[in-house]
């Protein structure tokens, strides 16, 4: 059976060219389900995890149908589409590929995002633009602003909106929604489908093609998952006998908090592995240049927070190391993602101590697959023995001793209130000086 090209799901010649350009002839699945419907004006539910090539799912026909209505200049603060998406990396990447796929097309973009000045994007929006890529928090700003009017918005995107939830931009998104005309092109997509994101998708959509891709289960099967269950004391010490593998040529590391972030950063250059942190507390011209040396082969390592999951985009990430477990098991599926892309293979490396236990029941629960455990001893130099009692993992059922009980040795034997040997007597003799029966006959004796 022959593979559809572009061409043959009904896109414009100069978005055709502009993918031959790029080196894309063949849809990817995602795309291939949603074009031709959003080319017939029908309103889209997509569900597919991150690397499926969701963003040219939604940009080419977008770039089709505006550039078909011809309008000339676009109106001042009047965009005809909007594009909103949970982060600034995405937001960007968004917008990359708006510029990449337009490349032969008269239309235009704006990407508006907070952590810098609105100056720029204000004036952006005064000259007036076809499409707006945005952050929901920093778009209400400017729209409450009188900076944007969304009564002649025809097409209205939702980009990743699962994550969207997960970062509490609901309501903000929400708000946007009412303000956008009844009578619209809608789309929704998402990596996964809680019911919260359904009753969204019930309110924005009407009559939605759902389109599908995702497999059976969570995680991309591509991936080799692996768990080393290890002290959190000796994270540090195994991540950087894991970076001796020259195997591991381009690596991101995920912790849960931006302090971690740093504090990996700052082990791994002093170490002499190159690295960079990205998080929600960096500025953005500090993020896009660590991205981008991250990219260029500069540094070998980025160690990141889950807000840049799903907004890092880079080819041939060899290996994922979940430092720290995320404590949400939807952001496992997000984090190793960022392996495996565009029909490649990746490995996933997930370090587990005593707190995280519940953490990895979860993921392993949701992906429907228990990680493969790696022995952290080759990399740590430990004996089996030397492992810590409680990184080692308990057969299901088995309960710890409960305190008070025991096998007679050690904390938790039965204790003996005597004083003398375990093998010894169990009461106290009567004789014995000290005793409260001879203190008894003293005191009789003296009476």
């Given at each position: 059976?022959?593979?559809?090209?572009?061409?043959?799901?009904?896109?414009?010649?100069?978005?055709?060219?502009?993918?031959?350009?790029?080196g894309?002839?063949?849809?990817?699945?995602?795309?291939?389900?949603?074009?031709?419907?959003?080319l017939e004006?029908?309103d889209?539910?997509?569900?597919?995890?991150?690397?499926?090539?969701?963003?040219?799912?939604?940009?080419?026909?977008?770039?089709?149908?505006?550039?078909?209505q011809?309008?000339?200049?676009?109106?001042?603060?009047?965009?005809?589409?909007?594009?909103?998406?949970?982060?600034?990396?995405l937001?960007?990447q968004?917008?990359?590929s708006?510029?990449?796929y337009?490349?032969h097309?008269?239309?235009t973009h704006t990407?508006?995002f907070?952590?810098?000045?609105?100056?720029?994007?204000?004036?952006?929006?005064?000259?007036?633009v076809d499409?707006?890529?945005?952050?929901?928090?920093?778009?209400?700003?400017?729209?409450?602003?009188?900076?944007?009017?969304?009564h002649?918005?025809?097409?209205l995107?939702?980009d990743?909106?699962?994550?969207?939830?997960?970062?509490?931009?609901?309501?903000?998104?929400?708000?946007?929604?009412s303000?956008?005309?009844?009578?619209?092109h809608?789309?929704?997509?998402?990596?996964?489908?809680?019911?919260?994101?359904e009753?969204?998708?019930?309110?924005?959509?009407?009559?939605?093609?759902r389109?599908?891709?995702?497999?059976?289960?969570?995680?991309v099967?591509?991936?080799?998952?692996?768990?080393?269950?290890?002290d959190?004391?000796?994270?540090?010490?195994?991540?950087?006998?894991?970076?001796?593998?020259?195997?591991?040529?381009?690596?991101?590391?995920?912790?849960?908090?931006?302090?971690?972030?740093n504090?990996?950063?700052?082990?791994?250059?002093?170490?002499?592995?190159k690295?960079?942190?990205?998080?929600?507390?960096?500025?953005?011209?500090?993020?896009?240049?660590?991205l981008?040396?991250?990219?260029?082969?500069?540094?070998?390592?980025?160690?990141?927070?889950?807000i840049?999951?799903?907004?890092?985009?880079?080819?041939?990430?060899?290996?994922v190391?979940?430092?720290?477990?995320?404590?949400?098991?939807?952001?496992?599926?997000?984090?190793?993602?960022?392996?495996?892309?565009?029909?490649?293979?990746?490995?996933?490396?997930?370090?587990?101590?005593?707190?995280?236990?519940?953490?990895?029941?979860?993921?392993?629960?949701?992906?429907?697959?228990p990680?493969?455990?790696?022995?952290?001893?080759p990399?740590?130099?430990?004996t089996?023995?030397?492992?810590?009692?409680?990184?080692?993992?308990?057969?299901?059922?088995?309960?710890?001793?409960?305190k008070?009980?025991?096998?007679?040795?050690?904390?938790?034997?039965?204790?003996?209130?005597?004083?003398?040997?375990?093998?010894?007597?169990?009461?106290?003799?009567?004789?014995?000086?000290?005793s409260?029966?001879?203190k008894?006959?003293?005191?009789?004796?003296?009476?």
């Amino acid at each position: 059976m022959t593979e559809k090209t572009f061409a043959a799901l009904g896109l414009a010649e100069p978005l055709t060219r502009a993918l031959e350009a790029q080196g894309y002839t063949h849809p990817t699945p995602i795309q291939a389900g949603t074009i031709p419907a959003l080319l017939e004006g029908r309103d889209v539910l997509g569900l597919a995890q991150t690397g499926t090539g969701k963003t040219a799912a939604f940009s080419l026909p977008i770039l089709h149908l505006l550039a078909e209505q011809a309008r000339g200049r676009p109106k001042p603060h009047h965009p005809r589409a909007l594009i909103l998406a949970p982060t600034r990396e995405l937001a960007i990447q968004i917008g990359e590929s708006l510029t990449a796929y337009g490349a032969h097309m008269k239309i235009t973009h704006t990407v508006i995002f907070g952590g810098v000045k609105q100056n720029a994007q204000v004036r952006a929006l005064k000259s007036g633009v076809d499409i707006i890529v945005a952050t929901p928090g920093r778009f209400v700003d400017l729209m409450q602003q009188g900076f944007i009017r969304l009564h002649e918005t025809g097409i209205l995107v939702l980009d990743e909106a699962d994550r969207m939830l997960d970062m509490g931009f609901i309501h903000d998104v929400k708000k946007i929604v009412s303000a956008l005309p009844k009578k619209r092109h809608s789309l929704l997509f998402s990596a996964t489908m809680p019911k919260q994101i359904e009753k969204l998708g019930a309110e924005v959509l009407h009559n939605p093609l759902r389109v599908e891709v995702t497999p059976k289960k969570v995680a991309v099967d591509r991936i080799d998952q692996h768990v080393l269950h290890v002290d959190g004391k000796k994270k540090r010490e195994l991540l950087l006998r894991l970076l001796d593998d020259t195997d591991m040529e381009r690596v991101i590391v995920f912790t849960r908090t931006k302090h971690g972030a740093n504090r990996v950063a700052q082990v791994l250059d002093k170490a002499g592995v190159k690295s960079d942190a990205i998080h929600g507390n960096k500025s953005q011209s500090a993020r896009q240049a660590s991205l981008g040396r991250f990219r260029d082969g500069k540094s070998r390592v980025l160690v990141a927070t889950d807000i840049a999951a799903r907004g890092i985009d880079i080819d041939d990430i060899t290996h994922v190391v979940n430092y720290e477990l995320p404590n949400e098991p939807e952001n496992y599926v997000h984090r190793i993602g960022r392996t495996a892309r565009a029909g490649r293979s990746g490995i996933a490396i997930s370090f587990c101590d005593g707190t995280e236990r519940s953490y990895l029941r979860s993921i392993e629960k949701l992906t429907r697959k228990p990680l493969s455990i790696m022995d952290p001893v080759p990399y740590l130099g430990q004996t089996a023995g030397e492992m810590p009692e409680e990184t080692k993992p308990k057969p299901q059922g088995q309960r710890p001793p409960r305190k008070g009980r025991g096998n007679g040795k050690g904390k938790g034997a039965p204790q003996n209130r005597g004083g003398h040997r375990p093998d010894g007597p169990a009461k106290r003799s009567a004789n014995r000086p000290g005793s409260r029966a001879r203190k008894r006959q003293r005191t009789a004796a003296a009476s």
